[in-house]
């Protein structure tokens, strides 16, 4: 199994529109981040964890050829609004591609995406979607299990998912002490790192260092970076077995 990071940063993205602090005119391309995303590729199978803004340009870039499934974490703007992209699957592929989140996230999407899902829909013009609420319960994909696990998101409860030993949790500011148990034994262990400044709704570097710490995967990444955060300096005053994730990187999972 592969993952690939299609974006890591955080919602508006690094740069952000009209800034011009270090990190946004930085030269360093691991500075250049789009909105949240990754992929994952097993055997033949590609899924997707959210479907940011920028996901045209994402999967152009990472040469992504088939979607198989989409997992939503919740249907904030930067996580959910390049849906209607998925279209080119359904030619390429043939047959429709299920959707998975939340029943209040997959109402969401629904209502977002009004004419995707709309009786009327036209049959060839909108991507060809079916929705599935997952209630907490994992769901099997091509022999790949993924295991929703809740996080708080400042009050709103939303999903990670956990996918045989990698998890990925991206916005949170808390993750329960039920989802921290389901959270052991992991390679890979992605997490919302925003900024240093406390958020109401993000995790920060340092909490997210303590997760890391109580968790202990054998390798954690941390993503949905603000302009805050430049990726050199940042990542050498990490500990070791972390690092800032970054656009278009790939990590194996064992
Ligand atoms: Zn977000
Ligand atoms: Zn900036
Ligand atoms: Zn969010």
Redesign the pocket.
């Known amino acids: 199994m592969k993952i690939t990071v299609l974006g890591s940063g955080?919602?508006s993205g690094v740069p952000v529109i009209g800034c011009r602090c270090a990190v946004c005119t930085s030269s360093d391309p691991r500075d250049n981040r789009l909105?949240?995303s990754i992929s994952i590729s097993h055997g033949d199978r590609r899924f997707v964890i959210d479907t940011t803004p920028d996901f045209r340009t994402q999967a152009l870039r990472s040469g992504l050829e088939r979607v198989d499934a989409v997992l939503f974490t919740h249907s904030?703007a930067?996580?959910i609004m390049g849906l209607d992209d998925l279209r080119p699957f359904n030619f390429h592929q043939g047959g429709r591609i299920p959707i998975y989140g939340a029943a209040d996230t997959i109402g969401t999407v629904r209502q977002v995406f009004h004419y995707i899902f709309s009786e009327r829909a036209r049959t060839t013009f909108v991507p060809q979607l079916d929705t599935h609420v997952l209630n907490g319960k994992p769901v099997d994909l091509h022999g790949l299990a993924f295991e929703p696990i809740r996080v708080l998101h400042g009050r709103a409860p939303i999903y990670g998912y956990r996918f045989g030993n990698a998890a990925y949790l991206?916005?949170h500011s808390e993750i329960p002490e039920e989802s921290m148990e389901k959270l052991r034994g992991l390679d890979v262990l992605f997490l919302d790192a925003l900024r240093h400044k406390p958020h109401p709704t993000h995790s920060t570097v340092e909490t997210s260092v303590e997760s890391v710490r109580r968790l202990a995967p054998r390798r954690a990444f941390f993503t949905?970076i603000s302009h805050d955060l430049a990726h050199k300096e940042t990542e050498q005053a990490l500990p070791p077995g972390i690092q800032l994730a970054y656009d278009g990187l790939e990590i194996d999972v064992a």
């Open positions: 955080t919602s909105r949240p904030h930067d996580h991206t916005d949905h």
